[in-house]
């Protein structure tokens, strides 16, 4: 009975994201018939096969390589989802430790370049854990949205970090970018196994972080207590519980994870580099989808950036048919739309079965 209850809780925690990336799947093949009747079929057999192509170890590793700062984000918005706050801040916190991880990486010189990524990239957790936590203290002491002070600081934290890349001398003026960093996450053979693809070792990290984050989550008294603060305040505080340090530590954590992210983005050794627009990072909000996809579960999220990753790879085929990059934006924005009202239904069946038996038992007395 009760291996039979697990199966229907998997089940249930499945149903909305299956249903919702059918829909979308579905929807968005209807969108390409809209947009290119000719090509809507080739369109749609392209969107289905992602990274199946012709050169598919190469595609699966660019896979990867779009999955590993999603993924941290995702980490990042669903840690802060599990624990009761919203961190809707991510795209500040991967800007400042994005920046972080550069400096460090640029100006170590006094550390071995074989080795000043590891610095690097606890630089950058430090960075956006210090930005989180700024919206954590507020939330925890005066009991500011978080939401709301999240969001503002997207903006602190971008003219911030444009303004200290001039200051520090980061800034190449010939191509508007950051300077080349001279360290970064190694390979560990993936370069090998999918040759000819940006993946690194960045994929590795971030999935190490999803299974540590589930472990801290699910398997401590520390997970336990931070959702017991998330649940309810009030009741945690009667049992025991520091609130205050709660709420600022999930703020920390979260804002750590997606600092990360912006350190794995530009150490990974695809050549990329901070641009000095003034745009907010997109990783950030596309971490709150790949959360909300695996509905908040760490490992879930494994699946829901990969998947994301995957329709990346579609976006790029699916120009040489003549369609926008920005169809595929809408395919997953669809996703998730379908994935907030199958939750919806999943909820409604189950309460129609509730009644079913409720009903049944009254008939039977």
């Known amino acids: 009975?009760?291996?039979?209850?697990?199966?229907?809780?998997?089940?249930?925690?499945?149903?909305?994201?299956?249903?919702?990336?059918?829909?979308?799947?579905?929807?968005?093949?209807?969108?390409?018939?809209?947009?290119?009747?000719?090509?809507?079929?080739?369109?749609?057999?392209?969107?289905?096969?992602?990274?199946?192509?012709?050169?598919?170890?190469?595609?699966?590793?660019n896979m990867l390589y779009y999955a590993a700062p999603i993924l941290l984000t995702g980490l990042s918005v669903g840690f802060a989802f599990k624990t009761g706050l919203f961190n809707i801040g991510a795209s500040g916190q991967f800007f400042s430790g994005a920046f972080a991880a550069v400096a460090v990486g640029v100006k170590l010189e006094a550390v071995p370049v074989e080795i000043r990524w590891i610095f690097s990239l606890i630089a950058a957790f430090l960075v956006g854990a210090m930005v989180a936590s700024v919206a954590g203290i507020l939330k925890a002491y005066f009991n500011v949205n978080e939401v709301i002070t999240s969001i503002m600081f997207n903006y602190i934290s971008m003219y911030m970090v444009l303004y200290l890349i001039r200051a520090w001398n980061l800034y190449n003026q010939l191509k508007n970018e950051t300077v080349t960093v001279p360290t970064s996450v190694p390979k560990m053979g993936l370069d090998k196994i999918f040759s000819g693809s940006f993946v690194g070792g960045a994929i590795v990290v971030a999935i190490i972080a999803a299974i540590i984050i589930y472990f801290v989550i699910e398997k401590t008294t520390f997970g336990f207590e931070l959702k017991a603060v998330g649940f309810n305040r009030d009741a945690a505080k009667y049992a025991g519980i520091n609130e205050k340090r709660s709420i600022i530590l999930s703020m920390f954590i979260a804002g750590g994870l997606a600092g990360l992210s912006g350190a794995v983005t530009y150490l990974v050794g695809s050549g990329k580099h901070i641009t000095l627009h003034q745009t907010i990072p997109q990783e950030g909000f596309d971490g709150i989808a790949v959360a909300l996809l695996a509905n908040s579960h760490p490992i879930g999220i494994i699946f829901s950036a990969v998947f994301i990753g995957y329709l990346?790879?579609?976006?790029?085929?699916?120009?040489?048919?003549?369609?926008?990059?920005?169809?595929?934006?809408?395919?997953?924005?669809?996703?998730?739309?379908t994935s907030a009202l199958s939750v919806l239904f999943v909820n409604l069946r189950n309460r129609l079965s509730l009644k079913k038996s409720s009903d049944k038992g009254e008939v039977v007395q």
């Open 1 to 61: 009975m009760k291996n039979k209850s697990k199966r229907s809780k998997t089940i249930d925690g499945l149903m909305p994201s299956l249903i919702s990336i059918g829909v979308g799947l579905l929807l968005g093949g209807l969108l390409l018939l809209v947009s290119r009747p000719g090509n809507a079929l080739a369109g749609f057999t392209t969107l289905i096969r992602g990274p199946f192509t012709s050169m598919p170890l190469k595609d699966f590793g």
């Open 312 to 337: 990346r790879i579609s976006s790029q085929t699916l120009q040489t048919l003549g369609y926008v990059p920005e169809m595929i934006n809408m395919v997953v924005s669809i996703i998730l739309y």
